[in-house]
C-alpha cells in the first residue's frame, strides 16, 4: 500500500516538470495485461516485420569498434569477415579467411590500406588481388553494415534503410549482446511492450499501449504507440510517448515521439550470427541508443559523452539480460529445441 508521503508528493508534483514522482506500488498490484497483450497481434506484427526486404544489409558493430590501427574479425551467420578502416577512416569489410591457406586475416596486421596476413605475410585489400573481394559496407556514424548477398538472398540495394535519427546534439552509445536464439525472437520480444513494466520495473512503469499495428505497407503506420514512463532510480521517472516500429525484417526502433527527449531513438539490430557446435543458433543483439534533448543539463552530459556512454551501455546490457531470456524461451516453445 502507498504511503501517505509518496501519495502526498504524488499528488502535488508539478506536472510540467520533466521528472515525476511515482509512488510506489506492489509489483503484483500492477495491472494486468495479459488480455491485452494478444499472442497472434504479436505474431502478426512480427511476420510483417520478416516480410519487409533489407536489401541483404546486416549490422556488425557500433562505428567505434572498428578503428585504423588493426583489423577486426566478425560473423555474420555462417560469414567469418575483416574489418579495418582505410587511411582516410573509410570502412572495408571483407572475407575473413586469407585466400592463401585460410589464415584468420583479424590476426593480421595492417599496412597502408591491406591486411597483412601473419601465416605467411600475403597482404590483401587490393581487389581483385589474390581472388580477394570486398563486401559492400556502410557506416552511417553510428553502426557499420555489411551487404551479405549470398545470405540475405534478396534484391540488392546500394545503401541499408538506416533508422531516421537525431541530426544535433545527441549522444549515441552502443551495447552487443548474444543469444541462442533467432532474429524474429529478438523482434517478437520488442513487438511485445506490454511485458516492460512486469518484466522489467526497474526501468519502466505506468505502461500502457495505446494504439496497436494495423496491417500496411507502410512500416511507419505499422506501429505501437505506448505511454511509458522511464525510471531514473528511486521514486523519479520521466513520462514519454513512445512508438515502436519494424523498417526492416531484423530491426525494431523505440522512438520517443513526445515528452523529454523527443526525437531520441532506441534501435535494436538482431544480426544472425555462426551456430554454435552442436547446432543451436546464435544471434547478436546489436543495440544503438541516440538520445537528445533541448535542455541545459544535456549539454553538460553531451560534454562529458565518454563517461556517459558506459552508463548508457549498461543499462541496455541490464534490459537484454532478461530479454535475452525472454528471446531463448520463445524459440524453444516454438521449435522444441533446447
Known amino acids: 500500500m502507498t504511503n501517505p508521503v509518496s501519495r502526498l508528493l504524488s499528488a502535488t508534483w508539478p506536472a510540467r516538470w ?16 495479459y488480455r491485452d497483450a494478444s499472442p497472434s497481434l504479436i505474431e ?4 510483417r516485420a520478416g516480410a519487409r526486404p533489407s536489401g541483404n544489409w546486416f549490422v556488425f558493430a557500433a562505428s567505434r569498434a572498428i578503428g585504423g590501427s ?36 583479424a590476426l593480421g596486421k595492417l599496412r597502408d590500406s591491406q591486411v597483412v596476413c601473419r601465416w605467411h605475410g600475403m597482404a590483401v585489400g587490393e581487389e ?10 556502410h557506416d552511417d556514424g553510428v553502426l557499420c553494415w555489411v551487404r551479405l548477398d549470398q545470405l540475405g538472398g534478396e534484391e540488392p540495394t546500394d545503401r541499408p534503410a538506416v533508422p531516421a535519427r537525431p541530426a544535433a546534439r545527441r ?10 536464439c533467432e532474429p524474429a525472437d529478438i523482434v517478437a520480444n520488442r513487438l511485445d511492450p506490454w511485458h516492460g513494466a512486469w518484466f522489467h520495473p526497474y526501468s519502466f512503469s505506468d505502461l500502457r499501449v495505446v494504439q496497436v499495428p494495423q496491417e500496411s505497407d507502410d512500416p511507419a503506420a505499422d506501429r505501437f504507440l505506448v505511454d511509458v514512463t522511464f525510471r531514473l532510480g528511486g521514486a ?7 512508438e515502436f516500429t519494424c523498417p526492416g525484417p531484423r530491426t525494431v526502433v523505440m522512438r520517443i515521439v513526445e515528452g523529454e527527449g523527443a526525437g531520441s531513438v532506441v534501435e535494436t539490430h538482431a544480426t544472425p550470427i555462426a551456430p554454435t557446435h552442436d547446432g543451436r543458433p546464435r544471434v ?11 535542455r541545459f543539463g544535456f549539454q553538460l552530459a553531451r560534454r562529458a559523452a565518454p563517461l556517459v556512454r558506459p552508463a548508457m551501455t549498461r543499462t541496455a546490457a541490464r534490459l537484454w539480460r532478461d530479454d535475452l531470456a525472454y528471446a531463448e524461451r520463445r524459440y524453444h516453445l516454438r521449435t522444441g529445441r533446447p
Not at 18 to 33: I, N, S, V
Not at 128 to 137: E, I
Not at 284 to 291: D, G, L
Open 18 to 33: 520533466p521528472l515525476q514522482w511515482l509512488p510506489r506500488e506492489p509489483w503484483a498490484g500492477q495491472q494486468p495485461t
Open 44 to 47: 502478426s506484427a512480427v511476420k
Open 70 to 105: 588493426r583489423p577486426v574479425g566478425v560473423q555474420v551467420g555462417n560469414v567469418e569477415l575483416v574489418a579495418w578502416r582505410l587511411p582516410d577512416g573509410t570502412l572495408r569489410v571483407g572475407p575473413g579467411a586469407c585466400p592463401h591457406l585460410g589464415a584468420p586475416l
Open 128 to 137: 581483385g588481388r589474390f581472388g580477394w573481394l570486398s563486401y559492400p559496407s
Open 171 to 180: 549522444i549515441d552509445a552502443v551495447a552487443t549482446m548474444t543469444g541462442h
Open 236 to 242: 523519479l521517472g520521466v513520462p514519454v510517448h513512445a
Open 284 to 294: 547478436a543483439v546489436i543495440e544503438a541508443t541516440v538520445a537528445t534533448s533541448g
